[in-house]
């Protein structure tokens, strides 16, 4: 391969948001990020990716679309069974575009949801500090293997740094704080040490603001006072800019640098409660006959732990939650959806998630004990529950309370999707937290978490490309998430993968849409 004449510099910056980005560009707060936008090109992220916060980096890094890979949350439900299982994206299958760049030297620290690909000169480092869930927490993984050790050696451990804390003080969220801008610093010490002038690809993801927009949205919305932290999140985005900044002066000065945000922030509190209530308060998921739901109505099937839990109030039980391991909460809430259903009885029900609402249809044929046949009656009972959606109001605010209603099946061209959800549900954002919702039907109601956390993620993300082969200014059009990896094969002159679906933006770099 000729050697590339300018670089590739690819920036995760995760959960920054894309309205306070611009804010702080425009105040000076983050000069790296509004020098990139001034020189070159900024889009908003489209496409029909944009239904899950997770999933969506893989799609971005592989140009594989999620009806295929199947990533779309922490918890999942195995297809063929009524089982929950911890997610993680090492389950995919799927390469990221740089699999393809055999002759180039790569070097990938934290790229979101992707692995090592083994082959190719340089250095790949997954999951140093990368955001990851803590139902399954994948270990530090390298190529060339001994680079792990090598970077425990330079820059020691990189432990988790908690985004909650229930109930947490100023003084704790002041060490979180610190902590996470000694990580940012350390990441950007790290990229430096292993990139060099003839690098042809540099990826690199920074986590921080993620955990910093969880940790200190209470400040940053001002419905906590902790002095100072009320500017947390933004000296969080300042130092990631500033060693964005450190990065591109250490590379030649041709490099063709972009940088994504897949999402942002917004208020919100839990939802997962309602979207049980919903499914079986109006007929779609159905209890075993003559027990409460939570019990596994077979003879001689309860646990203590199942006949304990009945008779416990639900608040208690959320407090006792929140001291329980998180495997043995796992655990338990997987006994719990399998065995509190009659699925013989159940046209839809919800898959547990804290924020986003995943419905699936008890197809025949896909589910193990599926009553609705694919094709009109599977639309007819889609149709019904879309409805039935766009019908719960919060008694609050008095108006809708869902956002938007995603039909996987006619997102993603496929009649019946074996991967996904059936539906994925948004609820509108809010700055309390809905205890009970109404419907003309009926009352939804749901117990806090043990999880309880006041803010969840916008679908919003945007990209800004600077650089020599970066041809448009000012705003483009928006950027389907699966053009993204065709084009940054592109633009290091290599044709898409045969396994991306996506074209290349020329917008972006003809400033056409040529």
């Known amino acids: 391969m000729t050697r590339r004449s300018a670089p590739l510099v690819v920036v995760q910056c995760d959960a920054f948001d894309p309205a306070l980005t611009a804010r702080w560009m425009d105040e ?4 790296t990020l509004a020098g990139l936008r001034a020189r070159g090109a900024q889009g908003a992220l489209a496409g029909r990716e944009r239904v899950a916060e997770l999933g969506m980096a893989m799609s971005m890094y592989s140009g594989v679309s999620r009806i295929r890979h199947g990533y779309y949350d922490y918890r999942q439900l195995r297809p063929g069974t009524y089982d929950l299982y911890p997610a993680a994206p090492i389950d995919a299958s799927v390469l990221p575009f740089w699999a393809t760049l055999t002759g180039s030297t790569v070097v990938t620290i934290d790229a979101g949801e992707m692995t090592p690909v083994p082959g190719l000169a340089g250095i790949q480092l997954a999951n140093w500090t990368a955001h990851q869930s803590s139902t399954r927490v994948v270990p530090p993984c390298t190529v060339p293997p001994a680079t792990v050790a090598a970077v425990r050696r330079a820059f020691g451990p990189a432990p988790r740094i908690s985004e909650f804390q229930l109930d947490s003080r100023p003084e704790d969220d002041r060490a979180i704080l610190d902590s996470l801008l ?4 350390r990441k950007g010490a790290l990229v430096r040490q292993y990139v060099t002038k003839d690098v042809d690809l540099v990826v690199v993801g920074f986590f921080e603001a993620h955990t910093a927009g969880h940790r200190f949205w209470k400040y940053h919305r001002g419905r ?7 500017n947390a999140l933004r ?4 130092t990631v800019d500033r060693e964005i900044g450190a990065l591109l002066s250490h590379l030649r000065t041709d490099a063709n640098v972009v940088v994504a945000s897949l999402f ?4 919100e509190y839990p939802t997962e409660g309602l979207m049980e209530s919903f499914c079986r308060q109006l007929g779609y998921q159905a209890s075993p006959n003559g027990r409460r739901s939570g019990v596994d109505p077979r003879p001689g099937s309860d646990s203590f732990v199942s006949r304990v839990a009945n008779v416990v109030p639900g608040s208690v039980r959320t407090a006792i939650s929140r001291r329980l391991p998180t495997e043995f909460q796992e655990r338990r809430l997987t006994e719990t959806f399998r065995t509190s259903t009659d699925w013989t009885r159940t046209l839809a029900f919800s898959i547990p998630s804290l924020y986003s609402g995943h419905i699936r249809v008890n197809v025949r044929g896909r589910e193990p004990q599926g ?12 149709d019904r529950l879309e409805t039935d959606l766009r019908a719960i109001e919060d008694p609050v605010t008095s108006a809708p309370a869902i956002r938007a209603v995603h039909r996987t099946a006619d997102l993603f061209g496929e009649a019946l999707p074996e991967l996904l959800p059936d ?3 948004e609820w509108e954002g809010s700055t309390h937290f809905r205890r009970h919702v109404v419907h003309p039907r009926g009352e939804l109601r749901q117990d806090p978490p043990a999880y309880f956390r006041d803010s969840f993620h916008t679908l919003e993300g945007f990209l800004i490309a600077s650089g020599p082969d970066i041809g448009a200014r000012g705003v483009v059009p928006a950027i389907d998430v699966l053009d993204i990896a065709p084009t940054f094969l592109s633009l290091l002159q290599r044709k898409a993968a045969s396994w991306m679906t996506g074209s290349v933006a020329h917008a972006i770099l003809n400033g056409s849409a040529g």
């Open 28 to 31: 000076g707060a983050l000069p």
């Open 423 to 425: 539906l994925f549900v």
């Open 235 to 238: 000296t969080v985005y300042s």
């Open 182 to 185: 000694d990580r940012v610093r």
């Open 224 to 230: 906590a006072d902790g002095g100072d932290l009320a």
């Open 264 to 267: 942002g922030m917004r208020d």
């Open 371 to 382: 009553v609705v046949e694919a094709g009109t009656e599977y639309r007819e009972l889609i």
